[in-house]
């Protein structure tokens, strides 16, 4: 617990940059657990090239999108936002008693840049950065979000994890890009960002695979289900027709 007379703000993102501050900021974060930063989960989409829709799928004990949830909070993030879209009752209703902020991104047909800004703006103030996570990357390692929070800490203000030179999610990025996330290129997303500040972007080698396995098919589903889990994925029953493939997703 933080003792009454430590303030929050004070241990924002930057406002230490010496290195004695940085020292300092970094053990009230560790002896404190204030590390102010948020993660957004991007579930709004409507998962047409899977067939099924992601963030509901079984996967393990749990859903995909709790799965997606544990890793985030056992990484050390104790606010997380999660874009709703698609089927959003739904998925509020599976996360009920979940500690979390829901976002609503109503066109579900619209790009990711639309969801980002979305869950921008539901993150709380107080926050001085965010990890952005796809819904489809479930097996992701709890370790990986507290290295890039780690990271984070001693300064960097745009991470990638990478896996054998690979790049992959979640990402880190500092609020200070806020106005940035709020106005992303439709068509670049997230790469334009990162591409607008190659200088300022630290690529960090992590130990799993899985930041770099999503589940664009139903064939990735199947097969990162048995990969992560050592049990085959259950089957629901397939759509034949446009009509019932409306229904299904």
């Known amino acids: 617990m933080v003792p009454p007379k430590v303030k929050l703000c004070d241990f924002g993102a930057h406002s230490m940059p010496d290195t004695a501050g940085l ?23 409507q998962s047409r090239r899977m067939g099924a829709f992601k963030p509901l799928l079984p996967f393990g004990d749990k859903t995909v999108i709790e799965k997606c949830l544990d890793y985030l909070e056992q990484g050390g993030v104790e606010t997380i936002v999660v874009v709703l879209g698609h089927r959003a009752d739904e998925v509020r209703e599976k996360l009920t008693g979940r500690s979390v902020i829901f976002a609503l991104n109503p066109d579900p047909n619209s790009e990711m840049g639309a969801s980002i800004a979305a869950g921008v703006k539901a993150v709380p103030e107080e926050c001085k950065a965010t990890l952005i996570a796809l819904v489809d990357h479930p097996a992701v390692p709890a370790t990986v979000v507290s290295t890039l929070i780690q990271n984070w800490q001693q300064g960097s203000r745009l991470i990638i994890p990478t896996w054998n030179g690979r790049g992959g999610h979640p990402v880190l990025v ?54 992560v889990t050592g049990k085959p994925a259950p089957e629901p029953p397939r759509p034949r027709t446009n009509e019932t493939l409306d229904a299904f997703i």
């Open 174 to 227: 500092d609020l200070h890009f806020k106005p940035e996330l709020l106005n992303l290129d439709a068509s670049g997303g997230l790469r334009t960002l990162f591409d607008a500040h190659q200088t300022e972007v630290e690529r960090v080698p992590v130990d799993s695979p899985f930041i770099a396995r999503d589940m664009d098919t139903w064939d990735d589903y199947l097969t990162l289900h048995h990969e």
């Open 23 to 45: 020292q300092q900021r970094t053990a009230l974060w560790l002896t404190f657990g204030v590390n102010r930063v948020a993660a957004i989960l991007l579930a709004a989409g």
